[in-house]
């Protein structure tokens, strides 16, 4: 967890150097300047934590879901940054808002320093390619986008994209089969609530799907089926 933890140590000590002039936001656009070159596997792991809870955050699942999509597909592509439409890139965080991120990111990191070291060999290397993870996070981000008012909606795609991350920045076997194991379950999870949506519009209807009420009985179904 080395280099991950000094970057986000690094960047914590940054903006409180900042605190002293006062500086209320930056640029998501500076932001990924700062993180080079790794800057989409450590900027997926700072947007991705505050979804860990289990608890949706329905209106910031979506942005944030659409943001680490394109990371994704930037990182798939073997861009830059700089390809980042000029509006994404000059999209303003509060800096308070970084600072909380980063502190609840670096104890993430730290309860998972309890993981085992284990060395890729040549052929895992494969598997934990920036390009294959980076599809990895595309799909959970465009899962973790979907405004679903169910427990685990978020944090399940979450969790996969922080391991994806992981997998791209630390050299740990482990992180890699998480990444994996959590592709799997976000497959089996939302493929469910597919198949439990279907059930419900074949015996109630689409209205009733997406009321309030057939949502809370989408809900329930995902009880009884886990």
Same mark, same amino acid.
């Given at each position: 967890m080395n280099a991950s933890l000094q970057r986000i140590r690094a960047l914590q000590a940054l903006l409180s150097k900042e605190s002293e002039q006062e500086k209320p936001h930056h640029t998501l656009g500076e932001l990924l300047v700062f993180l080079e070159p790794i800057e989409f596997a450590l900027a997926g792991l700072l947007f991705s934590t505050p979804f860990l809870q289990p608890v949706p955050l329905l209106g910031l699942s979506t *942005? =944030?879901?659409?943001?680490?999509? $394109?990371? #994704?597909?930037?990182?798939?592509?073997?861009?830059?940054?700089?390809?980042?439409?000029?509006?994404?890139?000059?999209?303003?965080?509060?800096?308070?808002?970084?600072?909380?991120?980063l502190m609840y990111c670096e104890k993430i990191l730290l309860s998972l320093e309890k993981i085992p070291h284990w060395n890729l060999g040549s052929r895992e290397r494969i598997l934990a390619h920036p390009r294959v993870l980076g599809w990895h996070i595309v799909f959970?981000?465009?899962?973790?986008?979907?405004?679903?008012?169910? *427990? =685990?909606?978020?944090?399940?795609? $979450?969790? #996969?994209?922080?391991?994806?991350?992981?997998?791209?920045?630390?050299?740990?076997?482990?992180?890699?089969?998480?990444?994996?194991?959590?592709?799997?379950?976000n497959v089996f999870f939302f493929g469910a609530l597919v198949y439990l949506g279907i059930r419900i519009v074949m015996s109630e209807g689409v209205r009733h799907l997406f009321s309030i009420e057939g949502l809370g009985h989408l809900s329930e179904l995902m009880k009884n089926l886990f």
């Open positions: *942005p =944030f879901g659409g943001v680490l999509a $394109a990371l #994704g597909l930037l990182q798939v592509l073997g861009l830059g940054q700089a390809a980042l439409p000029k509006r994404i890139r000059n999209r303003p965080i509060e800096t308070a808002t970084i600072k909380k991120i959970m981000a465009l899962m973790l986008a979907l405004p679903l008012p169910i *427990p =685990f909606s978020n944090s399940i795609p $979450a969790w #996969g994209i922080v391991f994806s991350c992981l997998a791209m920045i630390e050299n740990n076997g482990f992180f890699v089969v998480f990444s994996y194991a959590f592709l799997v379950a």
